[in-house]
């Protein structure tokens, strides 16, 4: 497409077939490419029912959780970070929720910390006397297997491994919390 | 063929600069890390420049004024302290934060098609635009600029202007 | 009821668009010049129905009426009246309507003209202006229509709809949201109309482009027919990119006035080819070389509009210029993709009529050097392109978001550009058709001369930056050879007829426009060149935490802390507002305030700097933060730009030059005027195609 005075000079030869075959495969393939890109653009986050890929979240202690492992579960993914206004609103709630459940042992409830630096996010775990796991979302992989818009957002993923809520937004209350969670469990 | 002797000169000649080089950076490191000497905002947004702002969109991390980038400038400033170097800073950033924190893609892998594609691209332009003005050479009605290399001398300015005066004598 | 009236008004522009594209196809086909005179009419309609749409959310937005979504997005009660009208280019679907209405206005006013001699190309002109037109229009009617309401339906849903649904009833919030902070600036009133002034009239040469490879015409009339306009677009489009700077400048806070942010690059790239454009016309027009490149020119450019208008709207490419997430997407998409496989395949199939008419004579002839300055706007446009589509593909393929920033375009093209600012020194010295190393240094020897005092002033003066030398003593060397070439013809004229030179000047000028108004292009384009290198190369900068009275020192001037107040404006602002005193050598300048605002409605922080501008350089302060007590001190960024005031100098000289290029001619457009013309001005010219 980007080729200069291609000009046969007074010569009245329509274009050879090569030539024509490579300008539109190199066409379609940018078409191809904006058409993904749109696609991709208006995508939403990833579709409750949907089983979710594995991943795994290294917590700030060190502690490794691989979902993979943590099949017949639910598995309950916060993302936030300690910029965020709106994630203060739902940090005591959430925590609230994992006292609940924790001594069940049927639910985890891992808080991948998006985008933040590390002095912070301990400081806002500390804040907000958050005991469940926390890590960095290094290399932001697991914001973009999630497909997140924003923080605070937050994904359920039931004992199959399937997604079954999405929460975009803080939680306003603990009821709401459990009655996404609630009626994953037998 | 190498020289055997030579090659050990050279390999003298890199070890006493990889010394050198080592023996200049420790104390400096050592002055930043330790003399209390606190990096200045200078220093921090020296390397914040060449970061972007993870969060935002095309902002380098110097200039963005939100918190979140506010704490990332106090992290740079953390890290120099700690006394790690700008490439240290910059790949602790990569890591957390992906390559999108660089002003660039790191020369690795695909990424290379960025720094290839624009100037192939450029020099088969030039190879189109060479090709056009060889022509002009080959189909010139003097005969005499074909053996001509045409970025010479005085003979073939005599040829121009020759060709010149002869179009100049048809136009009136 | 207005809202009715305007969407009334945008259905019947489409329909009436619909029914001139049918009509002229077959006022062409039956070879029925009444039919093709209906259409015209047609596009003319389709004008004032646009302006009705475009007065009616005007009124709406003044007016203040929130139960419009549109005017609850865009405006707000605290909004003087003058925003409120701009309001219409401020969110996605007022400045689709506005974009359509641009376009109809350009489109009416190319089919004004007398067509006598055109008339096979009209109706093809009509179909490709209205096509471009209906699609606008149906994005509008279909997606982003301004006159949506909220509604509170029966069972206590909010929701928005043009019509009121059954059983429900109408919501009308008592404020708006207000304008984005970052478009309540002066710049950005009239940035955006520029840009889409320039976008939408390079759709009238592509028009006429298309018009000539469908009719099969060989000859370059499109061209001539086109040349004004395309000046004209290519004009807005380099005010609306230099506005665009302006306003980052001033606005963004960063002591920078260009990203390469994708959005800009989406501007950028069409006012490449573009260019690229207006100069390579001129060797068809001289010597019937290169129609196909043409061709191939402006469909690249009316492509690159219409993908930058895509990119920008859709969220494909994320940028801080981004329009909200929108669902026009997929039917952009649509547009674009048969946009680009009908024009390519037109031309293919053309291809064959298009070859050139004549050859290439001489290495150093106009024509040689314009192809190399096509080259290397095509070069830049590569990296360009590239670096902006490269981000994309990285997340395709590997899944890693990449930056693709600054230094890697200015590496790139910084050689690419250099390249430009030497051709454009010695390519106005050739002549058409023949030039020898002979004649060009006959001409060339003392500016160069004057070129070479620059650059030992420069070294005497203490430049070391070799990019600076490089840059400064080829825009040196332009604007001696420009300034010499004005000279000559001045001196010319002053001895054959005996005017003062002044007079001399201006019948020089007047005689032969495209080629002096060209000129001083040139010249203003050296001057934003000696601008961009000032800030790139030049630039200073320092950061540093003031108590009361304590100062900081940088590019010979001293910045001292005053006091700093916080204070609500009624607009819904609120204010932190630092008082600074500026010195150099000692001298106390005056007071600065540079200082941030925070709008209420929007929740967002505004960083405006505090701007000390003179020739020489700019003094540039940010307020970055601020202690509670502000006596404790505030902290300050402060930038040195040297020379950057030229880059907007040159913006404005760029205006006058093209309206010197562009203004039209006082005797009518005959063919038989235009190339006796041609022959009296141009004696050089060795060969004539016609």
């Known amino acids: 497409m980007q080729n200069p005075s291609s000009e046969e000079n007074t010569q009245k030869r329509s274009l050879p077939t090569g030539v024509v075959t490579i300008v539109f495969a190199i066409v379609l393939g940018f078409l191809a490419l904006l058409a993904w890109g749109l696609n991709n ?43 965020c206004k709106p994630c203060e609103q739902e940090a005591a709630e959430m925590e609230q929720a994992w006292k609940e459940y924790q001594p069940t042992g049927e639910v985890i409830f891992l808080g991948v910390d998006y985008v933040d630096t590390e002095t912070e996010a301990l400081a806002y775990l500390d804040k907000f006397n958050i005991t469940y796991p926390n890590g960095p979302d290094l290399r932001t992989k697991i914001s973009q297997l999630f497909r997140i818009r924003g923080v605070p957002e937050t994904y359920i993923i039931d004992k199959e491994g399937k997604l079954a809520g999405v929460k975009i937004g803080p939680y306003t209350s603990i009821g709401e919390i459990k009655m996404m969670i609630d009626p994953l469990l037998d | 063929m190498y020289n055997h002797s030579g090659f050990h000169f050279v390999k003298k000649i890199t070890i006493l600069g990889l010394l050198i080089l080592v023996l200049f950076f420790i104390p400096t490191m050592n002055v930043l890390a330790q003399s209390g000497n606190p990096p200045t905002a200078d220093d921090v947004n020296a390397v914040a420049k060449q970061l972007y702002c993870p969060v935002c969109e095309n902002i380098p991390l110097d200039v963005c004024p939100t918190q979140a980038c506010a704490q990332w400038r106090e992290t740079i400033r953390e890290k120099l302290i700690a006394g790690w170097s700008e490439e240290q800073i910059k790949q602790y950033f990569v890591d957390q934060y992906g390559d999108r924190v660089l002003a660039e893609p790191p020369r690795t892998g695909l990424n290379w098609l960025v720094y290839i594609l624009p100037p192939v691209v450029f020099l088969v332009g030039v190879f189109f635009v060479y090709r056009n003005l060889t022509k002009l050479k080959r189909s010139s009605p003097n005969p005499e600029n074909i053996e001509e290399p045409k970025t010479s001398d005085p003979y073939y300015s005599q040829v121009e202007d020759a060709l010149k005066s002869l179009v100049e004598a048809e136009k009136d | 009821m207005i809202s009715n009236l305007g969407f009334g008004a945008l259905i019947i522009a489409f329909i009436v668009s619909l029914y001139g594209i049918v009509t002229a196809i077959l006022g062409q086909r039956k070879n029925n010049f009444q039919l093709v005179e209906s259409a015209r009419s047609a596009m003319q309609l389709t004008f004032p129905l646009i302006t009705i749409t475009a007065i009616s959310i005007i009124i709406l937005l003044v007016r203040g009426n929130y139960e419009v979504q549109y005017v609850y997005n865009v405006t707000s009660n605290a909004m003087p009246t003058y925003l409120k009208i701009t309001a219409l280019w401020g969110g996605q679907s007022g400045s689709l309507v506005f974009w359509a209405w641009l376009m109809s206005a350009f489109a009416t006013a190319v089919t004004l003209r007398k067509w006598d001699r055109d008339r096979d190309l009209l109706p093809w002109v009509i179909v490709v202006s209205l ?10 009617i279909g997606f982003e229509n301004p006159f949506r309401r909220f509604w509170f339906s029966a069972d206590g849903q909010e929701m928005v709809a043009m019509f009121q649904p059954a059983g429900s009833q109408l919501i009308t919030p008592q404020d708006g949201r207000g304008l984005n902070p970052l478009l309540r600036h002066p710049g950005m009133i009239i940035h955006p109309p520029m840009l889409y002034l320039g976008f939408v009239s390079f759709v009238i040469p592509f028009a006429f482009g298309m018009a000539a490879l469908i009719t099969g015409r060989k000859d370059d009339r499109w061209i001539r027919l086109t040349r004004r306009w395309t000046l004209v677009a290519w004009m807005f489009l380099s005010i609306g990119l230099v506005l665009g700077s302006r306003w980052a400048y001033d606005v963004l806070g960063w002591g920078g006035y260009w990203a390469w942010d994708p959005v800009e690059n989406a501007a950028f790239m069409p006012w490449l080819t573009g260019t690229a454009f207006l100069h390579s016309v001129m060797i068809q027009e001289k010597r019937g070389l290169f129609k196909r490149w043409n061709v191939i020119l402006i469909i690249m ?22 329009f909200a997430q929108s669902a026009i997407g997929p039917l952009f998409f649509v547009f674009i993709a048969i946009t680009m496989l009908v024009s390519i395949a037109l031309l293919i199939t053309r291809w064959g009529d298009l070859a050139s008419e004549g050859q290439m004579t001489s290495l150093l002839s106009r024509e040689s050097l314009f192809l190399i300055n096509n080259l290397l706007f095509v070069g830049i446009l590569a990296v360009v392109f590239w670096g902006t589509v490269y981000p994309l593909i990285s997340e395709l393929l590997t899944g890693q978001k990449v930056t693709v920033g ?64 490089l840059g400064l003593g080829l825009s040196a060397f332009v604007i001696f050879i420009t300034l010499y070439e004005f000279w000559r013809g001045m001196r010319a004229r002053h001895k054959r007829s005996g005017e003062n030179y002044l007079e001399a000047l201006i019948k020089l000028a007047g005689r032969n426009r495209r080629r002096y108004g060209g000129y001083i292009i040139h010249l203003s384009v050296v001057l934003m060149a000696i601008g961009i290198l000032g800030i790139e190369v030049f630039q200073t900068e320092t950061q540093a935490k003031l108590a009361q009275g304590e100062s900081v020192s940088l590019g010979g001037y001293t910045v001292m802390y005053k006091s700093l107040a916080e204070f609500d404006v009624n607009d819904g602002r ?50 970055v933060n601020w202690e509670q007590i502000s006596s404790r001190g505030a902290t300050f960024k402060i930038f040195h730009n040297p020379l ?28 038989v005027a235009v190339s006796n013309k041609r022959k009296n001005q141009k004696t050089q010219t060795a060969a004539s195609t016609d």
């Open chain 3, 406 to 469: 600054p230094p890697f375009y200015e590496r790139s093209t910084g050689p690419l550009f250099a390249g430009l600012l030497l051709l454009m020194g010695v390519a106005p010295l050739s002549a058409w058709g023949h030039s020898t190393w002979k004649t060009l240094g006959k001409a060339m020897w003392k500016p160069a001369i004057a070129t070479l005092v620059v650059l030992i002033g420069m070294a005497i003066g203490g430049v070391r930056n070799p990019g600076a030398f």
């Open chain 1, 41 to 83: 653009a208006q995508k939403g986050p990833i579709q409750v029912g949907k089983s979710v890929p594995p991943f795994t979240l290294t917590s700030f202690s060190g502690d490794v959780y691989d979902t993979a492992e943590l099949q017949g579960k639910v598995i309950v993914v916060n993302f936030w970070a300690s910029w």
């Open chain 3, 131 to 140: 096509i471009t037109l209906a699609f606008f229009l149906i994005m509008i």
């Open chain 3, 574 to 623: 609120n204010v932190a507002r630092a008082v600074v005193d500026v010195y150099k050598d000692g001298k106390y300048l005056g007071e600065l305030n540079p200082r941030r605002d925070y709008y209420y409605d929007s929740q967002q922080p505004m960083t405006i700097p505090g701007v000390r501008s003179t020739l020489e350089d700019d003094l540039y302060i940010i307020l």
């Open chain 3, 644 to 671: 950057i005031n030229w880059l907007w100098i040159g913006g404005i000289v760029l205006i006058l030059g093209s309206f010197i290029a562009a203004w039209p001619d006082a005797e009518k457009e005959v063919p």
């Open chain 3, 301 to 322: 450019t009316y492509l690159l509009v219409i993908l930058g208008t895509f990119l920008t709207r859709s969220g494909v490419l994320s940028s801080v210029h981004a």
